[in-house]
């Protein structure tokens, strides 16, 4: 548009001829612009907001994904700790403090489910002798061979040897009866006795003597009980000559309770 002379005269005319016209388009234009500024900016906030809560929840979620692999790191981690926790460190197989935990699930198990547990307290004859003769070195390859030979013919996931101290083992066999767990026992004493172990200075011949005790845990009966019956089965074997393996008297009770029972139970049918 061609902003004349004769256009301003004519345009200032009107002006001074409709003031009230002039004015009011003039309010009308300026709020219409300001109202289109306004819903521009309104929407460049709108955009910008979402934007941000967009790119503020894809970063919760990254956080909360990477917070959670490192919960899970550091849980397994633990178990792995709490696992190592449980196993002694010359032998490999469970320790002391295991055992003490171990047998009492399995005794509440026993006494729940009315199945017996079997406990075999195991030691290596004339071990001193062995770390005299042969070193300290020898004994400890001793121990260690020993374990895992135990270890080894342990069918059931259930069954557990434990270094009860020094020399000693302890076995732990939930649902195991007197003539199983005798069975078992007879097996490592023998496949120990046939079988020498390596160790730095050559083949060291050795033998075990084992105590075995088997009872379903009656209400009044404690880990204790058990400990002792086998201990004392064990004592029996060391005095008796070593090498050879012994049912507590108590397990010996029940064992020919059970056999009483199946005799009436053949005779009654
Ligand atoms: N090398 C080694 N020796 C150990 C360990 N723990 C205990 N001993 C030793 O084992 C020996 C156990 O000796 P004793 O309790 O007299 O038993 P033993 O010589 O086996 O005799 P009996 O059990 O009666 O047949 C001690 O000399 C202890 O020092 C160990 O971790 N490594």
Known sequence: MVITTDWLEHWLATVTLYPVHFLLCSLFS?????AICAFVVYRRQLHW?????????D?????TFELQVALNELAD???ILEEQNTLDALSGVRNRAYFDKKILAELKRSRREQRPLAIVMLDIDHFKQINDNHGHLAGDAVIRGVAQRIQDLLKRSSDYVCRYGG???ALILPN???????????QIRHSI???PFETEIGAVAVHIS???FASIAGPEMVSTDFIHAADQALYLAKTSGRNQVKLSMAAVVEATAVAVEGTQDELVN
């Not at 300026?30 to 300001?34: C, N, P, V």
């Not at 970063?59 to 956080?63: C, D, H």
């Open 30 to 34: 300026f709020s219409l612009g300001a």
């Open 49 to 57: 907001q979402r934007d941000t809560a967009e790119r503020l929840e």
């Open 59 to 63: 970063s919760i979620q990254t956080r």
């Open 77 to 79: 981690k633990n178990r």
């Open 167 to 169: 020399e000693e083992f």
């Open 176 to 186: 195991t009866d007197a003539e199983g767990v005798l069975a078992l026992a007879e």
């Open 193 to 195: 006795a046939e079988q």
């Open 210 to 212: 084992a105590g075995c």
